[in-house]
Protein backbone atom coordinates (compact mmCIF):
# COMPACT_ATOMS: atom_id res chain seq x y z
CA UNK A 1 0.00 0.00 0.00
CA UNK A 2 1.74 3.48 -0.95
CA UNK A 3 -0.96 5.61 0.42
CA UNK A 4 -3.28 5.83 3.19
CA UNK A 5 -6.82 5.89 1.69
CA UNK A 6 -9.09 9.07 2.20
CA UNK A 7 -12.01 10.41 0.52
CA UNK A 8 -11.45 12.84 -2.17
CA UNK A 9 -14.10 14.81 -1.51
CA UNK A 10 -15.88 16.35 1.64
CA UNK A 11 -18.29 18.96 2.16
CA UNK A 12 -20.80 20.63 5.07
CA UNK A 13 -22.29 24.29 5.83
CA UNK A 14 -21.23 26.68 8.21
CA UNK A 15 -22.29 25.73 11.53
CA UNK A 16 -21.94 21.25 10.88
CA UNK A 17 -19.77 18.97 12.08
CA UNK A 18 -17.83 17.26 9.29
CA UNK A 19 -15.62 13.95 9.06
CA UNK A 20 -12.97 13.12 7.48
CA UNK A 21 -11.78 9.29 7.31
CA UNK A 22 -8.29 7.86 6.74
CA UNK A 23 -7.90 4.07 6.02
CA UNK A 24 -4.56 2.56 6.81
CA UNK A 25 -3.17 -1.23 7.24
CA UNK A 26 -1.44 -2.72 10.30
CA UNK A 27 1.71 -1.45 9.33
CA UNK A 28 0.76 2.04 10.37
CA UNK A 29 -2.35 3.52 11.81
CA UNK A 30 -2.62 -0.32 13.65
CA UNK A 31 0.55 0.27 15.38
CA UNK A 32 1.37 4.22 15.23
CA UNK A 33 -0.24 7.12 15.95
CA UNK A 34 -1.88 9.62 13.37
CA UNK A 35 -0.55 13.13 12.29
CA UNK A 36 -3.18 15.52 10.28
CA UNK A 37 -2.31 18.76 7.89
CA UNK A 38 -4.33 21.33 6.21
CA UNK A 39 -3.23 23.05 3.59
CA UNK A 40 -4.60 26.19 1.25
CA UNK A 41 -3.67 26.39 -1.98
CA UNK A 42 -0.46 27.74 -2.57
CA UNK A 43 0.99 27.41 1.02
CA UNK A 44 2.65 24.70 2.76
CA UNK A 45 0.98 21.99 5.05
CA UNK A 46 0.02 23.35 8.07
CA UNK A 47 0.44 20.66 11.39
CA UNK A 48 -3.63 20.76 12.55
CA UNK A 49 -3.62 16.98 14.78
CA UNK A 50 -0.62 14.91 15.86
CA UNK A 51 -0.57 11.70 17.93
CA UNK A 52 -3.70 10.49 16.85
CA UNK A 53 -5.77 13.54 19.39
CA UNK A 54 -3.13 16.34 20.48
CA UNK A 55 -3.69 19.34 18.51
CA UNK A 56 -1.00 22.04 18.56
CA UNK A 57 -1.13 25.22 20.59
CA UNK A 58 -2.90 27.44 18.17
CA UNK A 59 -5.35 25.52 16.27
CA UNK A 60 -9.14 25.53 17.69
CA UNK A 61 -10.53 23.00 19.96
CA UNK A 62 -13.18 22.33 16.84
CA UNK A 63 -10.58 20.17 15.57
CA UNK A 64 -10.30 16.54 16.72
CA UNK A 65 -8.86 13.34 16.10
CA UNK A 66 -9.15 9.78 16.96
CA UNK A 67 -8.22 5.99 15.68
CA UNK A 68 -10.11 3.11 15.97
CA UNK A 69 -8.15 -0.08 14.63
CA UNK A 70 -6.38 0.08 10.95
CA UNK A 71 -8.90 3.67 10.53
CA UNK A 72 -9.02 7.27 11.80
CA UNK A 73 -10.93 10.64 11.28
CA UNK A 74 -10.04 13.88 11.51
CA UNK A 75 -13.61 15.94 12.92
CA UNK A 76 -13.88 19.98 12.35
CA UNK A 77 -17.51 21.11 14.33
CA UNK A 78 -18.43 24.42 14.25
CA UNK A 79 -17.37 24.16 10.12
CA UNK A 80 -16.70 28.08 9.47
CA UNK A 81 -15.81 29.34 5.92
CA UNK A 82 -11.79 29.44 6.60
CA UNK A 83 -11.73 25.71 7.48
CA UNK A 84 -11.87 25.17 3.30
CA UNK A 85 -9.12 23.48 2.59
CA UNK A 86 -7.05 20.16 1.55
CA UNK A 87 -6.36 17.65 4.79
CA UNK A 88 -3.40 15.33 4.99
CA UNK A 89 -3.29 12.11 7.17
CA UNK A 90 -0.22 10.51 7.81
CA UNK A 91 0.83 7.90 10.54
CA UNK A 92 4.45 5.97 10.90
CA UNK A 93 4.71 2.97 8.59
CA UNK A 94 6.75 0.09 10.10
CA UNK A 95 7.30 -1.31 6.73
CA UNK A 96 8.38 1.70 4.88
CA UNK A 97 10.26 3.28 8.07
CA UNK A 98 9.06 6.72 7.43
CA UNK A 99 5.47 8.55 7.67
CA UNK A 100 2.74 7.16 4.98
CA UNK A 101 0.78 10.15 3.61
CA UNK A 102 -3.26 9.68 2.47
CA UNK A 103 -3.81 11.52 -1.14
CA UNK A 104 -5.70 14.31 1.01
CA UNK A 105 -9.42 15.54 1.21
CA UNK A 106 -10.88 18.66 -0.41
CA UNK A 107 -13.01 20.49 2.03
CA UNK A 108 -15.87 22.55 0.41
CA UNK A 109 -17.61 24.64 2.94
CA UNK A 110 -20.95 25.25 1.25
CA UNK B 1 9.81 32.91 14.78
CA UNK B 2 10.65 29.32 13.64
CA UNK B 3 11.56 29.75 9.85
CA UNK B 4 12.67 26.76 6.98
CA UNK B 5 13.61 28.22 3.65
CA UNK B 6 14.61 25.86 0.67
CA UNK B 7 17.08 26.92 -1.78
CA UNK B 8 18.58 25.18 -4.83
CA UNK B 9 15.75 23.95 -6.95
CA UNK B 10 14.94 24.41 -10.32
CA UNK B 11 14.73 22.87 -14.09
CA UNK B 12 17.88 19.97 -14.23
CA UNK B 13 17.96 17.31 -16.95
CA UNK B 14 17.40 13.77 -16.47
CA UNK B 15 20.30 12.16 -15.16
CA UNK B 16 21.87 14.94 -13.52
CA UNK B 17 22.72 16.05 -9.72
CA UNK B 18 21.27 18.79 -7.38
CA UNK B 19 21.62 19.41 -3.97
CA UNK B 20 18.62 21.39 -2.28
CA UNK B 21 19.17 23.20 1.08
CA UNK B 22 17.21 24.52 3.98
CA UNK B 23 18.08 27.11 6.42
CA UNK B 24 16.78 26.61 9.62
CA UNK B 25 16.53 29.37 12.05
CA UNK B 26 14.37 30.48 15.15
CA UNK B 27 14.47 27.30 17.09
CA UNK B 28 17.40 25.15 18.15
CA UNK B 29 18.58 23.13 15.26
CA UNK B 30 20.69 20.36 16.69
CA UNK B 31 17.54 19.43 19.08
CA UNK B 32 15.16 18.20 16.25
CA UNK B 33 15.05 15.61 13.48
CA UNK B 34 14.58 17.16 10.05
CA UNK B 35 12.86 16.12 7.62
CA UNK B 36 11.96 16.57 2.79
CA UNK B 37 8.92 15.95 2.03
CA UNK B 38 7.85 16.34 -1.88
CA UNK B 39 4.65 17.04 -3.58
CA UNK B 40 3.40 17.62 -6.98
CA UNK B 41 1.32 20.30 -7.19
CA UNK B 42 -1.85 19.72 -6.64
CA UNK B 43 -1.15 16.40 -5.85
CA UNK B 44 -0.29 14.58 -2.61
CA UNK B 45 2.33 14.60 -0.32
CA UNK B 46 5.35 12.10 -0.11
CA UNK B 47 7.70 11.72 2.21
CA UNK B 48 11.16 11.34 1.13
CA UNK B 49 13.97 11.40 3.53
CA UNK B 50 14.23 12.14 7.13
CA UNK B 51 17.72 12.27 9.85
CA UNK B 52 17.73 12.45 13.39
CA UNK B 53 19.47 15.24 15.72
CA UNK B 54 22.44 13.80 15.56
CA UNK B 55 22.48 11.82 11.98
CA UNK B 56 22.84 8.73 13.55
CA UNK B 57 19.47 7.53 12.45
CA UNK B 58 18.71 8.55 8.68
CA UNK B 59 15.62 7.09 6.47
CA UNK B 60 14.68 6.95 2.71
CA UNK B 61 11.51 6.63 1.34
CA UNK B 62 12.07 3.52 -1.83
CA UNK B 63 11.98 5.64 -4.85
CA UNK B 64 14.46 7.51 -3.83
CA UNK B 65 17.40 4.88 -1.94
CA UNK B 66 20.28 5.08 -3.57
CA UNK B 67 20.10 8.15 -5.69
CA UNK B 68 19.52 10.94 -3.10
CA UNK B 69 21.70 11.80 0.27
CA UNK B 70 20.49 13.42 3.27
CA UNK B 71 22.42 15.25 4.93
CA UNK B 72 22.68 17.83 7.87
CA UNK B 73 25.21 20.58 9.45
CA UNK B 74 24.13 21.33 13.17
CA UNK B 75 26.90 24.56 13.35
CA UNK B 76 25.10 26.02 10.26
CA UNK B 77 22.03 24.94 11.28
CA UNK B 78 21.16 23.31 7.07
CA UNK B 79 19.74 20.21 6.20
CA UNK B 80 20.51 18.99 2.91
CA UNK B 81 19.19 16.91 0.17
CA UNK B 82 21.98 15.74 -2.25
CA UNK B 83 19.98 14.09 -5.43
CA UNK B 84 21.29 11.85 -8.18
CA UNK B 85 20.22 10.58 -11.49
CA UNK B 86 17.26 12.66 -11.13
CA UNK B 87 14.18 11.39 -13.54
CA UNK B 88 10.70 12.73 -14.68
CA UNK B 89 9.04 11.66 -12.05
CA UNK B 90 11.19 13.32 -9.44
CA UNK B 91 9.81 16.71 -10.69
CA UNK B 92 7.54 18.05 -7.23
CA UNK B 93 8.05 21.16 -4.94
CA UNK B 94 10.56 19.91 -2.07
CA UNK B 95 9.76 21.07 1.60
CA UNK B 96 12.27 21.43 4.15
CA UNK B 97 10.29 20.11 7.79
CA UNK B 98 11.23 19.72 11.54
CA UNK B 99 10.08 16.68 13.65
CA UNK B 100 8.78 17.01 16.70
CA UNK B 101 11.30 14.92 18.07
CA UNK B 102 15.16 14.54 17.99
CA UNK B 103 14.35 10.82 16.10
CA UNK B 104 12.34 10.06 12.93
CA UNK B 105 9.12 10.25 13.99
CA UNK B 106 7.26 11.95 11.40
CA UNK B 107 5.43 14.45 12.67
CA UNK B 108 6.18 17.63 10.90
CA UNK B 109 5.44 21.12 12.92
CA UNK B 110 7.15 23.88 10.68
CA UNK B 111 7.72 23.65 6.74
CA UNK B 112 9.29 25.74 4.56
CA UNK B 113 7.56 27.40 1.78
CA UNK B 114 9.31 24.66 -0.78
CA UNK B 115 11.95 24.84 -3.55
CA UNK B 116 10.44 23.38 -6.97
CA UNK B 117 12.45 20.76 -8.91
CA UNK B 118 11.90 19.91 -12.54
CA UNK B 119 13.46 17.32 -14.05
CA UNK B 120 13.12 17.79 -17.82
CA UNK B 121 15.05 17.49 -21.06
Known sequence: QSVLTQPPSASGTPGQRVTISCSGSSSNIGSNTVTWYQQFPGTAPKLVIYSTDQRPSGVPDRFSGSKSGTSASLAISGLQSEDEADYFCAAWDDTLNGPLFGGGTKLTVL | ?121
Not at chain 2, 48 to 61: C, F, K, L
Request: with cysteine; charged share 20%; net charge negative.
Open chain 2, 1 to 121: EVQLVESGGGLVQPGRPLRLSCAASGFTFDDYAMHWVRQVPGKGLEWVSGISWDSGAIGYADSVKGRFTISRDNAKNSLYLQMSSLRAEDTALYYCAKDIKTGLYGDFDYWGQGTLVTVSS
